[in-house]
C-alpha cells in the first residue's frame, strides 16, 4: 500500500468511531442514508487518485454544486457583473436563511442558498432545460466523467423545496432575480440532486486547486482567474456559520453539503472530499470537519501557514570568478592581481518577492566600493513572476549607476522577458553561461577597459 493511502486509512479508522450529528431530514429522501457510509478522497496535482472507506459510492451532490455552480456563471457575466448580482460577504447565518442585502434584494454570498439560486440563475442559457444541461456538463468537466441524478431525491426535493422557493420568490420581488422563481428553484434542485462519490469530489476540488485544469483529465475546465475567485468565495462562505471557525482551525477553502459531502482545496496542491452523512448544528458533516482538521494540521495545510523556502536562492558569492578561457602567464598574473574587480553571485530555483529580495541583498553584500564587473549567474533559475523581474532589473540599474558592469548569465526566455530598462536601453550585457559571461569580463579587464565608470554628471540618484 502506498503512503499516501495508508495515512488516509488510518486517518479513516481513527475517525469513524466517531458518532453524533444528524442525518438531515428536511428532504425526506435524505433520511434514509446510511449514518455509517463514511468515505475520503484525495486527487493530487498530478492526477493521483488516493482513497479510504466508501469514497465509491454514490449520493446527491447538493450544496457541493454551489461553488461549480459559481465558477461557471463567473465565466459567463465577469466578476464585475457577478458581483454586482451576488454579493460575497459570509452571511452568518444558516444555509437557507433569507440573507438578502437591504435595499437591493442581493444576495449575500453564493454559498448559501439564495445567492445559489440567484447564481444558477446567472448561468447562460435559452431555458431551463439547457441551463441544467450547461450545470451537468459543468460539474462532469469537473469530476472528469459524466455524471447523472438521483431522480428520487430531486422530486423529494422539489415536494418540500417551499422555503427555497419563498426565498426565489422575495429575490424576485426585490429586483435581484429576474427569472420564473418556480423554474430557477427546479432547476437548482436538479443540480443538487446530482450523483457523485467521495472520489468524485476530490476530483473538483483538485481541479480548483490546479487552476481550473482537471489534473486527471487536462481539461482547462474554468480560467484560472475564475478558479482563484472560486476559492475565495468559498474560504469565506463555504461552510455556514461554521466559516470562521472553520477558517481558524482548517484554514483551507471548503464546501459542505446537506447529504453529508464536504470538499477542502489545498491550492496548488491537492483536492479533498469526504462523505459522512451526520452533520452537526449548522449542517456540516462531523466525520467531515473532523478528519480536515487532522489532516490539516498534521499536514501543515493552514493557508496562513508561511510558506516554507526549501531550497536556498543564492547559491555562491564570490569574488575571482574565473572563466575556462586559457590565458597567457602575464594575463593570468594580471587576472590574479584583480580578483576583487570580477565578481559573481548564483542564484537558482523560482525568483518571487521575497527570493528576489534575498538575491538583490546578496548582489549588494558582494559589490564592492570602486567600480567591477558583476556577474549575475541566472542560468538555474526555473522561473521569475513579473513583478519580480521589474524588481531585479531596478536593483541592477542601481549597481549600474554606482558604476558597475553588470553580466547575466541567464537561459532564453528569461534573458528575453528580463533584460531592458525601463527608458529602453540595458543595463547588463546577456550571456548564455557563466562561462561565456565571465571570460567576456576578464577580456575587458585585460583589454584595460574601465567598467562603467562612474556615473555621469546629474545622472542617477
Ligand atoms: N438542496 C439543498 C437545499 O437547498 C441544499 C442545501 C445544502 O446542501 N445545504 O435545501
Not at 429522501?29 to 466508501?54: H, N, V
Not at 483536492?271 to 501543515?300: F, K, Q
Request: glycine share 12%; charged share 20%; with cysteine.
Amino acid at each position: 500500500m502506498d503512503p499516501v493511502t495508508k495515512a488516509l486509512d488510518e486517518l479513516h479508522r481513527r475517525i469513524s468511531g466517531l458518532k453524533g450529528g444528524e442525518v438531515a431530514s428536511y428532504i425526506p429522501k435524505l433520511a434514509q442514508a446510511d449514518p455509517e457510509d463514511f468515505g475520503i478522497a484525495i486527487t493530487s496535482m498530478g492526477g493521483r487518485r488516493y482513497q479510504a472507506g466508501k469514497a465509491d459510492i454514490e449520493f446527491t451532490i447538493q450544496s457541493v454544486s454551489k461553488p461549480f455552480v459559481y465558477a461557471l456563471a463567473l465565466t459567463d457575466l465577469g466578476p464585475d457583473e457577478m458581483l454586482r448580482r451576488v454579493g460575497a460577504e459570509p452571511s452568518g447565518e444558516a444555509f437557507n436563511a433569507i440573507s438578502l442585502e437591504p435595499g437591493t434584494g442581493r444576495p449575500a454570498n453564493p454559498m448559501v442558498n439564495a445567492g445559489a439560486i440567484a447564481t444558477t440563475a446567472l448561468v447562460s442559457a435559452a431555458d431551463s432545460e439547457a441551463r441544467s444541461a450547461r450545470i451537468l456538463d459543468c460539474l462532469s468537466a469537473f469530476a472528469g466523467r459524466r455524471l447523472g441524478y438521483d431522480e428520487e431525491v430531486c422530486a423529494s426535493e422539489a415536494a418540500t423545496g417551499d422555503r427555497n422557493r419563498a426565498l426565489a420568490y422575495l429575490m424576485r420581488s426585490a429586483g435581484s432575480l429576474s427569472d420564473d422563481p418556480y423554474a430557477v428553484t427546479a432547476t437548482y434542485f436538479r443540480q443538487c440532486s446530482v450523483l457523485v462519490t467521495a472520489a468524485d469530489l476530490a476530483v473538483m476540488a483538485a481541479t480548483l486547486a490546479n487552476g481550473g485544469r482537471n489534473p486527471v483529465t487536462g481539461e482547462q475546465v474554468v480560467e484560472r482567474g475564475v478558479a482563484v475567485r472560486t476559492l475565495a468565495v468559498m474560504a469565506t462562505c463555504g461552510m455556514y456559520d461554521g466559516a470562521g471557525e472553520w477558517l481558524l482551525n482548517v484554514g483551507l477553502p471548503a464546501k459542505s453539503g446537506v447529504s453529508g459531502g464536504l470538499i477542502a482545496v489545498g491550492p496548488g496542491r491537492f483536492g479533498v472530499a469526504v462523505y459522512s452523512p451526520p452533520l452537526d448544528l449548522v449542517g456540516n458533516s462531523v466525520r467531515g470537519v473532523a478528519a480536515l482538521t487532522v489532516m490539516s494540521e498534521r499536514l501543515s495545510l493552514h493557508l496562513m501557514h508561511a510558506p516554507v523556502h526549501l531550497t536556498a536562492t543564492v547559491t555562491d558569492t564570490g569574488h575571482g570568478a574565473r572563466s575556462s578561457c586559457v590565458r597567457s602567464a602575464e594575463q593570468t598574473a594580471l587576472l590574479n592581481c584583480s580578483s576583487g574587480r570580477i565578481i559573481a553571485v548564483g542564484a537558482q530555483g523560482e525568483l518571487e518577492f521575497t527570493e528576489t529580495e534575498q538575491l538583490l541583498g546578496a548582489v549588494e553584500g558582494a559589490v564592492p566600493a570602486s567600480p567591477g564587473w558583476l556577474v549575475l549567474d541566472l542560468m538555474a533559475v526555473t522561473g521569475i513572476r513579473p513583478g519580480s523581474a521589474a524588481m531585479l532589473a531596478a536593483g541592477l540599474a542601481d549597481i549600474a549607476r554606482r558604476g558597475h558592469r553588470i553580466v547575466v548569465a541567464a537561459q532564453e526566455p528569461f534573458l528575453a522577458a528580463g533584460d531592458g530598462h525601463p527608458d529602453g536601453h540595458s543595463d547588463w550585457r546577456a550571456f548564455g553561461s557563466r562561462d561565456d559571461a565571465v571570460a567576456w569580463c576578464e577580456d575587458q579587464l585585460l583589454a584595460g577597459e574601465p567598467s562603467a565608470g562612474p556615473p555621469a554628471a546629474g545622472g542617477g540618484s
